[in-house]
């Protein structure tokens, strides 16, 4: 969680300066990390090693541009400005697997530390999250690579859920 001294999203107002903010590389930054991709895929196929791209933060993203138990009232009380900043960076993500999956990567991360039933429970699970990370396992499994999905905890909650879903490979289930 962020150390700030107060959140940077405390309602729909802010989420225009939100968009500013959370946007694609571009430039010199995304040259740089196009060069830091290619030596990383040069030393792994040389030796022989499996190509792993941790990438999507959408559901994460609460837990560090806003405070949380409020946050989590909005799933209750805003259900439209949760899916409006979710969506701020569901796009981001998008933009960003655009630019991975121009490269020969074996498997693409679904990072879901926060997305844990603890904070969102299977309604606000289905709801917000499984759509996203439905729509960007399809991005991915169309451009060829598997798709796992990180989940620390909850997955026994989620069980009827996950199995419905799409990727490819389930872990840190405890």
Not at 56 to 74: E, H, K, R, T, Y
Not at 77 to 96: G, M, N, R, T, Y
Not at 122 to 142: A, M, S, Y
Not at 146 to 165: K, Q, T, W
């Amino acid at each position: 969680v962020s150390r700030r001294t107060e959140p940077w999203v405390k309602g729909p107002e802010d989420l225009d300066k939100l968009r500013y903010i959370i946007r694609p590389m571009s430039g010199w930054q995304l040259d740089e990390w196009r060069m830091d991709v290619e030596r990383a895929l040069d030393f792994a196929h040389k030796h022989h090693l499996m190509t792993y791209v941790r990438r999507s933060i959408v559901g994460d993203a609460f837990q560090w541009f806003c405070d949380i138990p409020w946050f989590l009232m909005q799933l209750y009380d805003d259900p439209e400005f949760v899916k409006e900043f979710l969506d701020i960076f569901h796009q981001w993500q998008l933009a960003s697997l655009d630019e991975v999956l121009q490269f020969d990567v074996d498997c693409v991360q679904y990072r879901g530390w926060y997305e844990i039933s603890t904070y969102w429970g299977p309604r606000g699970f289905e709801n917000f999250l499984v759509p996203i990370i439905e729509e960007e396992t399809q991005k991915v499994h169309d451009a060829g690579p598997l798709v796992a999905f990180l989940l620390p905890e909850g997955a026994g909650v989620y069980a009827d859920i996950l199995a419905r879903m799409s990727f490819d490979c389930l872990y840190y289930v405890d």
